[in-house]
Structure formats: structure tokens, C-alpha cells
């Protein structure tokens, strides 16, 4: 299995700073085919499903605020969010999907400093 | 707006089969991979397999020899099936639309207690 490794475990960020997660992937996640990395970002706030931001490791979902941002190829990647607002504060996850079984992340918890 | 909802037993007991099934709604499940995905309280997320709509299946091998999904398309259902349970299997499972790709549809979550 290709194991995820998120920075930091959790996170405190004033209200309108930049936030900051990172995620390593064991291998490559970069499929040669078709140069697309194979890594999705989700957000989990309490009680919900998680919800997804961020595939193809830079793509946003479509709704997803602008502030979101994901960037990175092959093994390391990072989620941004530009200006920290207060429904961000949620559990984000990364995830893998270039094999099987896909792998998430052991998640980032984000708090409001 | 595509909707998933998942329904079953909400308490199983240990050596015992639990059983889900996930409705879709306000979208087509044909030419979807369909997914099973569950949290223990307090933890991350563990994928355990998914169908497509023409029933090939897929599964997490580390569950491979316990978990069944199947797939109903006339109903717009699919299933979980996990055989011989344990307090380990505790979780919220949820059912999600995805599976070799990104998901970007998941269902509310169904809380599963395996105790006796």
C-alpha cells in the first residue's frame, strides 16, 4: 500500500493568515500517461462526511472557495488556504488514488489561533 | 444533486455479517465506481472496496476475504457485506461515489457498533 503521511498532525492559524498542509506519498503518485498526480484533498468538518476540495493534487471542485489551493507532484504535495476564515476549521485529509487499495492521509486537524 | 443514503443495522454482534445497503439518488449510478469507506470514532479513513455499475468489484486486500459489494441498478442500490465481525470493525461507514478516482460524492455516514 502507498502510505500518506500529512504535516503537521494539527495546526493553529489566526483568522485571515495562511494555512499550510503537507502530505508525502511512500511512492509517486505522477501517472507517466497522462502526467496527472493521482491525489485528492478532502475537508471533514464534525458530525459530516468528509467533503472534497482538491483533485488531479490542483484542480478545485467546483463550489469550493478560491482560497483552497493544492499544488505539488510525484511524492510531496501541499493544500493552502490563502485566508484563514472560521468555517475552515475542519480535519483535512489527502488521499492517493493511483493504486489499490486507495489511501487517505492520517488527517490535520485546523484550529483557529 | 446527487444524493447517497446509507441503511442498516445500526448494532451487530461479534462473528456476525454486517450489512449496509446505499441508495442513490438525483443522478444515474450507471458509469460510476461506487465505494465503501469507514472511520472508527476518533480516527481517519479507511477505503475497503467499490463496484463499478457493470459489477466488477474491487477491495482493500487487507479486508478482501470478509467484505462482498454488490451492486443493484434497476434500484439504484449497492451493498455492503462484512463477514465475521469484531469490536474492530466498529465505525462509521459511509458509501461515496469514486473509487479509483477522487469522491466526490458521500453519503451522511452510518454509525456500526459491533457488540454483543
Known amino acids: 500500500d502507498i502510505v500518506m503521511t500529512q504535516s503537521p498532525d494539527s495546526l493553529a492559524v489566526s483568522l485571515g493568515e495562511r494555512a499550510t498542509i503537507n502530505c508525502k506519498s511512500s511512492?509517486?503518485?505522477?501517472?507517466?500517461?497522462?502526467?496527472?498526480?493521482?491525489l485528492a484533498w478532502y475537508q471533514q468538518k464534525p458530525g459530516q462526511p468528509p467533503n472534497l476540495l482538491i483533485y488531479?493534487?490542483?484542480t478545485r471542485e467546483s463550489g469550493v472557495p478560491d482560497r483552497f489551493s493544492g499544488s505539488g507532484s510525484g511524492t510531496e504535495f501541499t493544500l493552502t488556504i490563502s485566508s484563514l476564515q472560521a468555517e475552515d476549521v475542519a480535519i483535512y485529509y489527502c488521499q492517493q488514488y493511483y493504486t489499490t487499495p486507495p489511501t487517505f492521509g492520517q488527517g490535520t486537524r485546523l484550529e483557529i489561533k | 444533486q446527487v444524493q447517497l443514503q446509507e441503511s442498516g443495522p445500526g448494532l451487530v454482534k461479534p462473528s456476525e455479517t454486517l450489512s449496509l445497503t446505499c441508495t442513490v439518488s438525483g443522478g444515474s449510478i450507471s458509469s460510476h465506481y461506487w465505494s465503501w469507506i469507514r472511520q472508527p470514532p476518533g480516527k481517519g479513513l479507511e477505503w475497503i472496496g467499490c463496484?463499478?455499475?457493470?459489477?466488477?468489484?474491487t477491495y482493500n486486500p487487507s479486508l478482501k476475504s470478509r467484505v462482498t459489494i454488490s451492486i443493484d441498478t434497476s434500484n439504484k442500490q449497492f451493498s455492503l457485506k462484512l463477514n465475521s465481525v469484531t469490536a474492530a470493525d466498529t465505525a462509521v461507514y459511509y458509501c461515496?461515489?469514486?473509487?479509483?478516482?477522487?469522491?466526490?460524492?458521500w453519503g451522511q455516514g452510518t454509525l456500526v457498533t459491533v457488540s454483543s
Open positions: 511512492q509517486s503518485v505522477l501517472h507517466s500517461s497522462n502526467n496527472k498526480n493521482y
Open positions: 463496484i463499478y455499475s457493470s459489477g466488477s468489484t
Open positions: 488531479w493534487a490542483s
Open positions: 461515496a461515489r469514486g473509487g479509483m478516482q477522487a469522491i466526490d460524492y
